[in-house]
């Protein structure tokens, strides 16, 4: 397709609850990316991948948060055992080349609650 | 290590009114540089990007951005702001060679006055 898709639009897990969250990049892209916004002016990077192989994951908070892009699938954000200050709006990103502009998706908006 | 600083988080212009948002970065290798809007309750839109052609880019909705090297600027103006201007906008900046993520800007948000 031609937008990034990501699903739910909204998700709201109790405190210790597990979430997921998809990510459907652009078709032909090799890069997906994952942000997260907490405060509306602030986006920190969390992981990127380079088709199905992680490549930079410097964001990640590891203990809780994991996250795959594996062929023919869309790729996932975990989120184990859920806090408070997790509530934010993911935002996937993909990208067909390196250093190209980085086409956004709707964000998946997390409460926890 | 890369960077960037909006100067100025929050901006009012009249309608009308000529917009101007500061963006200055600092990376270590030749930048690609862009500016996001974000509309309430949605997901980023790009406005324009530099990639090292031409200077001044020109972007959608009538904005555009010139990458001055010198000043390690990336400023974003829209001759004459219109109401349906005002939202956040976000600069970011990637490194040319490499598939590395964006770095953000802490966001403008745009007020216009009609």
């Known amino acids: 397709g031609e937008e990034v898709a990501q699903t739910p639009k909204h998700l709201v897990r109790g405190e210790g609850q597990k979430a997921k969250l998809y990510c459907a990049p652009i078709?032909?892209?090799?890069?997906v990316f994952w942000y997260q916004q907490v405060l509306k002016n602030e986006f920190k990077f969390l992981i990127s991948?380079?088709?199905?192989?992680?490549?930079?994951e410097t964001g990640m908070p590891k203990e809780r948060f994991s996250a795959k892009c594996l062929p023919n699938s869309p790729c996932s954000l975990e989120i184990q055992a859920t806090k408070l200050e997790d509530s934010a709006v993911y935002f996937c990103?993909?990208?067909?080349?390196?250093?190209?502009?980085?086409?956004f998706g709707p964000g998946t908006r997390l409460t926890v609650t | 290590a890369q960077s960037v600083t909006q100067l100025g988080s929050h901006v009012s212009v009249s309608e009308g009114a000529l917009v101007l948002l500061r963006c200055n970065y600092s990376?270590?290798?030749?930048?690609?540089l862009f500016w996001y809007v974000q509309y309430p309750n949605q997901g980023l839109q790009l406005l324009l990007k530099?990639?090292?052609?031409?200077?001044l880019v020109k972007g959608i909705n009538g904005f555009e951005a010139e990458f001055k090297k010198s000043e390690t600027s990336f400023h974003l103006t829209k001759p004459s702001a219109h109401m349906s201007d005002a939202a956040e906008y976000f600069c970011?900046?990637?490194?040319?060679?490499?598939?590395?993520?964006?770095?953000f800007g802490t966001g403008t948000s745009l007020t216009v006055i009609p």
């Open positions: 530099y990639t090292s052609a031409a200077t």
């Open positions: 991948f380079q088709n199905e192989n992680v490549f930079d």
């Open positions: 970011a900046v990637s490194e040319s060679n490499t598939g590395n993520q964006f770095y």
């Open positions: 990103a993909s990208s067909q080349s390196r250093g190209g502009e980085e086409y």
């Open positions: 078709k032909g892209h090799s890069y």
């Open positions: 990376s270590s290798v030749p930048p690609y």
